[in-house]
């Protein structure tokens, strides 16, 4: 490929001669939520691998993402632009630690959030997203002990808005815990009717000042259908390419962190790019694999929470 090449024309050609599906997430540059065919949250982009019918899958995400949808789909190629492109929260979790952490609580049903390797999948009894973590807690009866992991933000707020004692493993995401209390208190006193939508990844003192909190999906729809002019977003910037395309007459800006050289973008979503999406098509690499026991396992949970969430 040389400068003149139009990636845009190029992957839908590709697309169609290899009958596959480009699925991406919010937090994917502009350009490649724009040549997706799904742009979606995690529970979204779960339940469109689950049902697909592509011969290949390219997973315009990070890799527990790619990962799921593999488990999904064993026959299927499943490929990603950048292997590289991680999750600081799935790092937080090594299995081994996981493994002995849940060794020492007995008797607790394991709840893991699917920003998670595929070995903690294959730990856990039954995975959850942002968009349906209440849910899932809910199913569960209410004396049943649980371990939640690997987000303690999510975990923390989960417990707060279900009841629950849940025992929390300590990761976080490095991109929601960059949001700085006090910018985003001056920002508000600057745009006084602005709402502050926030991802349940954030920090409890930004959850606490949320006017509305949810997943990627969640946050858009509800940008979309509320009868505001402004607001604070405290996630990551992806998300606000579709929010101003859906919502073209309303103002969003990205919520500031707390050291002005930070930035809210995730370093492993923007690995990705449109130029690697479409040398992945084309050469069908990086392939996602995965070894047959270990995919079962981690099969169970994902099954479960898809389940509930029909
Ligand atoms: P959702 O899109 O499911 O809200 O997840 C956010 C996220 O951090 C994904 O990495
Ligand atoms: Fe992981 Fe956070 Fe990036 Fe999502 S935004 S992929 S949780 S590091």
């Known amino acids: 490929i040389d400068a003149t090449t139009d990636l845009f024309a190029e992957i839908e050609r590709l697309k169609k001669e290899k ?21 979606g949250d995690s529970l979204g982009l779960a339940q469109k691998a689950a049902q697909t019918n592509a011969d290949m899958i390219v997973f315009a995400g990070v890799h527990f993402m790619a ?22 929260l799935a790092d937080s979790a090594p299995g081994p630690q ?15 959030y699917i920003n998670c390797t595929a070995e903690i999948k294959a730990l856990s009894d039954i995975i959850c997203t942002s968009g349906n973590a209440e849910k ?25 808005k279900t009841g629950r004692d849940m025992l929390l493993w300590n990761g976080a995401c490095m991109v929601h815990e960059i949001f700085s209390l006090e910018k985003i208190t001056k920002l508000k006193i600057r745009h006084p009717k602005a709402k502050l939508l926030a991802h349940p990844e954030c920090e409890e003192p930004i959850l606490r000042i949320a006017d509305y909190i949810g ?80 995919r079962l396992a981690a099969k169970k949970p994902i099954d479960r929470m898809l389940e509930i969430s029909k």
Do not use: W
Not at 19 to 39: C, F, G, K, M, T
Not at 98 to 112: R, Y
């Open 67 to 88: 990962e799921t949808a593999k488990i999904l789909n064993p026959s299927k190629k499943v490929l990603l632009p950048d292997l590289k492109a991680g999750c600081s």
């Open 136 to 160: 899932i807690i809910e199913s569960i009866p209410e004396d049943q002990p649980i371990i939640f992991a690997p987000d303690k933000n999510l975990g923390a707020y989960l417990n707060k």
């Open 19 to 39: 009958n596959a599906i480009v699925l991406a997430h919010y937090y994917q540059e502009p350009d490649i939520q724009d040549v997706a065919d799904y742009i």
């Open 215 to 294: 997943s990627t999906t969640q946050l858009l729809k509800f940008a979309v259908k509320d009868d505001s002019r402004e607001y604070i977003v405290a996630t990551e910037t992806g998300i606000l390419h579709q929010m101003q395309k859906d919502a073209p007459n309303k103002t969003f800006i990205p919520a500031p962190p707390n050291n002005s050289c930070a930035c809210n973008d995730c370093p492993h979503m923007k690995l990705n790019t449109l130029e690697k999406l479409y040398l992945c098509m084309e050469y069908e690499l990086p392939e996602i694999t995965m070894e047959e026991n270990l």
């Open 98 to 112: 996981f493994k002995a952490f849940k060794d020492k609580h007995p008797g607790h049903l394991v709840v893991s």
